[in-house]
């Protein structure tokens, strides 16, 4: 269980004098991705400390075109304010991809569009998070989403992620001992870790939860960056009036266009629907536009499948050196999918030592800890193997293994 100090108020100065922020915004840890990131991304530097997408699997070309018809034959009502839940021809999309993809029967007036998927964990915890309220999520968690849940001031209990999903013994004694509003999760190629939950975790997780109250928050973000292109059911499947999906255009169109969606019971519905009027009135209608026309003129399965060849190539790339050159004392994740690798270094190796160690050699990894809530990680890293070359992925792990075999080296002395 972690609670964030609550003691302190946040403060600045404005115009010379000193002010104090709502209480909330001394809980809410800052985005310390963002922080490392404006270090790291000098261009002599070899980063595999960001999230962003791979930029040549942006179909520029396509979405110029999109853009073109769109303000040629539609442009005034494009660009007026439009309707809270979405354009609804981009909703209809989404619900038939999910039928397609995953034989789920969703409709789209249970589906909302957002400003990226992380605005779907901001107004979640809006409708849903009180202060005090207890909240679980996986260990390590998503920074996205501490960050978001932060601002409504739960009580956190981290669920320990093993290889194949949570651990649902302690998922059980959370719900046991506390009134756990929510579980939030990503069940494929999870953030930070890479790992996926296996099938038969899924429908022990399902069987679990619908003995409770608990809801379960899917955050769908990778989900079609499988590997395998072979889908795993998604926990609506187990539990319809118990699972909130948010999902993302950002990992298969392109993040700047902000676009994600979220999908839920009606009832949630009626809550978001009010809670994103008060937030933004709407989505970008213009870019809601931009995409179901992109869609529309594309085949966008055959788009997704460039993405996952090429990000399964990195991530193999990535593997091999690291299966060439690191310590066998250092653990490392396979995914399936995704972008990212998770590395557990030898007991009582710093990540923070390695991070400032492989910065002088010009590479940048991201330290663990961020991800762990109640402290703890001190020995993880996130490598995100999505946004780099081949030549620089050999490069970089090459002068990260040197890095952590000289810190290992001294630890042990
Ligand atoms: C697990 C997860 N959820 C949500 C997001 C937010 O993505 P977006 O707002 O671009 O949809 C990200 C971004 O990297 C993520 O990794």
Redesign the pocket.
Known sequence: MSQNNRSEQSSGHIGGRQYTFASRMADTPKSFIREILKVTERPEIISFAG?LPNPALIDVEGIRSAADTVLRLDGRSALQYSTTEGYLPLRQFIADRYKKRLGLSVSPDEILITN????C?DLIGKILIDTGDHIALERPG?L??IQAFSLYRPVFHPITLLDDGPDLSMLKSACTSYPIRLFYG?PNSQ?PSGITYSAQRRRELGSLLAKTDTLFVE?D??GELNFSGQSLPSLWQYLPSQTII?G?F?KILA?GM?L?WVVAPTDVMDQLVIAKQASDLHSNYLSQRIAYEYLRQNTIDAHIKKIQDAYRHQSEVMIQVIKDTFPETVGYTRPGGGMFIWVTLPDGCSSMDVFEHALREKVAVLPGTPFYVDGGGTNTLRLNFSNATDENITAGITRLATVIRRLSAEQTR
Not at 116 to 119: A, D, E, F, K, L
Request: net charge neutral.
């Open positions: 999230g990226g998927s992380q605005q964990l998503y996205g989403a990503i953030n955050d973000a990778y948010t993302s950002s993040p902000r994600g």
